[in-house]
T-cell receptor, first 112, second 113 residues
């Protein structure tokens, strides 16, 4: 596609439910990133995929968070047993190695 | 050592003014320093980037100044316009390997008409 696509754009879920967020990177981009952005705050790194290397999961805040990526294509970020503090915009970005990162529009998650 | 410290947190300038946003880092292995611009409801978009082999880079009204010895870099917006009102993030990365971007905490800029 022309850019990084994220779905859904908005998600409202009840506390305790699981949610799945999807990211379609730019075709050919080997690197894929997930960031979390709380209201009015900066970008908090969550996880990074690069080709077939083991992902860098050092930013995942708890074991309720997990992410997968199939090859160099789609990635899903799963949050289990959602809590209110998980409410944020979840941003996905992709890049070629040694190149700029392109961001999607984000998924706004609201846990009620 | 993985942090990028950004200041100020917010900034208000008059139209035509020159807002300056500063970032500092510790990891000397960083070799790519982009600035991203984010409008409300949108994802961040690359504005301008610099590598440490140059001290300044200009693209239109946007200039990055880089001080390698001080491990600092800054964004200057010349002749700022109300349309520049956005949140600006600096970032750092190591491009020689497979390395994630580390972002600053962001600066919310408002340019008054």
């Amino acid at each position: 596609g022309a850019g990084v696509s994220q779905s859904p754009s908005n998600k409202v879920t009840e506390k305790g439910k699981d949610v799945e967020l999807r990211c379609d990177p730019i075709s050919g981009h080997t690197a894929l990133y997930w960031y979390r952005q709380r209201l009015g705050q900066g970008l908090e790194f969550l996880i990074y995929f690069q080709g077939n290397s083991a992902p860098d999961k050092s930013g995942l805040p708890s074991d309720r968070f997990s992410a997968e990526r199939t090859g160099e294509s789609v990635s899903t970020l799963t949050i289990q047993r959602t809590q209110q503090e998980d409410s944020a915009v979840y941003l996905c970005a992709s890049s070629l190695v040694r190149s700029e990162a392109f961001f999607g529009q984000g998924t706004r998650l609201t846990v009620v | 050592q993985q942090q990028v410290k950004q200041s100020p947190q917010s900034l208000i300038v008059q139209k035509g003014g020159i807002p300056i946003i500063n970032c500092a880092y510790e990891n000397t292995a960083f070799d790519y320093f982009p600035w991203y611009q984010q409008f409300p409801g949108k994802g961040p978009a690359l504005l301008i980037a610099i590598r440490p082999d140059v001290s300044e880079k200009k693209e239109g009204r946007f200039t990055i100044s880089f001080n390698k010895s001080a491990k600092q870099f800054s964004l200057h917006i010349m002749d700022s316009q109300p349309g520049d009102s956005a949140t600006y993030f600096c970032a750092a990365s190591i491009t020689s390997g497979t390395y994630k971007y580390i972002f600053g905490t962001g600066t919310r800029l408002k340019v008054l008409a």
